[in-house]
C-alpha cells in the first residue's frame, strides 16, 4: 500500500517515483475523488474562459490515469490529445479511457521527437516532481506552437521555497504569464493536505 505521507514530503527519485504511481494506479481515480481533488476540473474551467480558439494538438504531460484529458476531452472534442507519464501502470488506465489518440512512458524531462507541435500543454498535479525546471520548460518551449499554452498546478508551499516568482520571471524572454490563480485547495479531504497545502493555477503563452 502506499505511503500518503510522502505525498507531501517527497517520494524520492524517479524510479521510486513511478513505483508508487504504478502501485497506486487502479485505486487512484477512487482515492482521488474521495480527497476532492479539483484540479482538474479547475484547470479546464480556466482554459475555457481564457482560450477562445480550439487548441487542435493537446499535449497531456504526466497525464496518469487521465484525470485532465477527461476534463480536456468535454471541452475540446474534436482536439487531439496526446499523453505521457512515467507509470506504464497509469497509462494502461488512461488508455482504456479511450481520451488520447497517443500515450507515451516517458519522464517529461525528457524530450521525444514528436513531428507535430502542440498548441496546449499541460502539467496537472505534478510540477512537484520537476527535478530541473530549466530543462521542463525549455522542453515546454520546443514543443509548443508559437502562441500556445502552457497550464499547469504547482504547490504554494513549494512554490515558497523554490522561489517560484523568480523561475516565472526568468521565462519571461520566452513566456508571458496569462493568468495565475488565486490560492485554491488541493486536496481538501485529505487529512495531511485539507486547507494547510494549496495550489495556484498557472496558465502562460509562448511569445
Ligand atoms: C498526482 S498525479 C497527477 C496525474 C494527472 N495529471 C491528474 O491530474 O490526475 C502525478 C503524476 O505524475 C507522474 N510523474 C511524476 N514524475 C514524472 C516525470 N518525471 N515524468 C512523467 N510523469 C511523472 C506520476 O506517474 C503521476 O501519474
Not at 502501485?23 to 479539483?38: A, E, F, P, R
Not at 520537476?130 to 522542453?139: A, H, P, Q, T
Not at 515558497?160 to 488565486?182: E, G, M, R, V
Request: charged share 25%.
Amino acid at each position: 500500500m502506499f505511503n500518503q505521507k510522502s505525498l507531501i514530503s517527497g517520494i524520492g527519485n524517479l524510479s521510486n517515483i513511478k513505483k508508487y504511481y504504478d502501485d497506486w494506479s487502479v485505486k487512484y481515480d477512487v482515492t482521488l475523488n474521495n480527497w476532492n481533488y479539483q484540479a482538474p476540473k479547475k484547470s479546464a474551467r480556466i482554459l475555457k474562459q481564457r482560450i477562445l480558439s480550439h487548441p487542435k494538438n493537446i499535449l497531456d504531460l504526466a497525464c496518469g490515469t487521465g484525470l485532465f484529458g477527461h476534463e480536456l476531452n468535454k471541452i475540446y472534442k474534436n482536439s487531439n490529445i496526446y499523453g505521457s507519464d512515467i507509470s506504464y501502470q497509469c497509462i494502461k488506465i488512461a488508455k482504456e479511457k479511450n481520451i488520447y489518440k497517443n500515450l507515451k512512458k516517458l519522464d517529461f524531462e525528457t524530450k521525444y521527437d514528436y513531428k507535430i507541435r502542440f498548441d496546449l500543454i499541460s502539467l496537472i498535479g505534478a510540477m512537484t516532481y520537476c527535478r530541473n525546471f530549466n530543462k521542463l520548460f525549455s522542453i515546454i518551449n520546443y514543443y509548443l506552437n508559437k502562441k500556445g499554452f502552457f497550464i499547469f498546478s504547482h504547490r504554494i508551499d513549494l512554490w515558497k521555497t523554490q522561489d517560484f516568482d523568480n523561475i516565472l520571471k526568468k521565462l519571461s524572454n520566452n513566456f508571458k504569464i496569462n493568468y495565475i490563480s488565486t490560492p485554491c485547495n488541493y486536496l481538501p479531504l485529505n487529512n495531511d493536505f485539507k486547507d494547510k497545502i494549496k495550489i495556484r493555477i498557472v496558465l502562460l503563452q509562448k511569445c
